[in-house]
């Protein structure tokens, strides 16, 4: 029971995470008077607003358990995240952005049900995952050098595939049981639904950019 109450909080906070990202997403795509903001939104110092949150929550235990400290550092990180992705959405049309939403949901919902009825442990493979990522990083570079069309294409395809896996990996920590090695602490439901929350919005950004970049 205390199990099954772990879990519901956990989606219960990443569905309202999601909910307050995907409105003001829209916002930014729909409301005219705050589309000025869309490229000042999107700066360097707001990134390192979005790192900071990420390294307090993962370093700072009283932050993810502490009630309701924890719910106000993660409301306010999923607004300034949300702003960030609102002012990265403004500048596709919103026909791609919508096809990216129903995409990402689309896959999301899949890769849960197949981490839940799978017997393969994917909790084991966090080296692994780390190592991908690592190498990801470094092609992002070569994209970046390279300025190819088709580069970024295999990177968002690379990324998207990383990402699928990561969700599937923070799917079974959370729902633990007999097949699986590692298990998140019942106390954790903030830092299991703010990973959750990442690799979503991260599969987003990637389907996103591949969906712009294939029109």
């Not at 869309?38 to 929550?57: D, E």
């Not at 990996?169 to 097949?179: A, E, M, P, V």
Request: hydrophobic share 55%; proline share 1%.
């Amino acid at each position: 029971f205390f199990h099954s109450g772990f879990i519901r909080k956990v989606y219960l906070t990443l569905l309202i995470q999601l909910l307050l990202t995907v409105g003001i997403i829209c916002a930014f795509l729909y409301w005219l008077f705050i589309c000025y903001l869309r490229y000042s939104l999107y700066s360097l110092k707001n990134r390192v607003l979005v790192l900071v949150f990420i390294v307090a929550f993962s370093c700072c235990d009283n932050l993810r358990r502490q009630v309701p400290l924890n719910f106000i550092a993660l409301g306010l990180f999923t607004i300034v995240e949300g702003m960030m992705l609102g002012s990265v959405s403004a500048l596709f049309k919103a026909e791609a952005v919508m096809w990216a939403v129903g995409a990402t949901a689309l896959v999301s919902f899949s890769l849960s049900l197949f981490a839940m009825q799978s017997k393969w442990d994917f909790t084991t493979a966090s080296g692994s995952l780390w190592v991908f990522g690592w190498t990801l990083l470094s092609f992002a570079l070569l994209c970046a050098i390279l300025r190819s069309q088709y580069l970024y294409i295999t990177y968002a395809c690379l990324g998207t595939l990383l990402f699928s896996l990561y969700l599937v990996f923070d799917t079974q920590l959370i729902l633990g049981g007999k097949h699986r090695k590692y298990q998140v602490s019942p106390e954790e439901y903030i830092f299991a639904a703010l990973n959750l929350y990442l690799d979503i919005v991260s599969l987003f950004l990637l389907l996103l950019q591949l969906i712009g970049l294939c029109r």
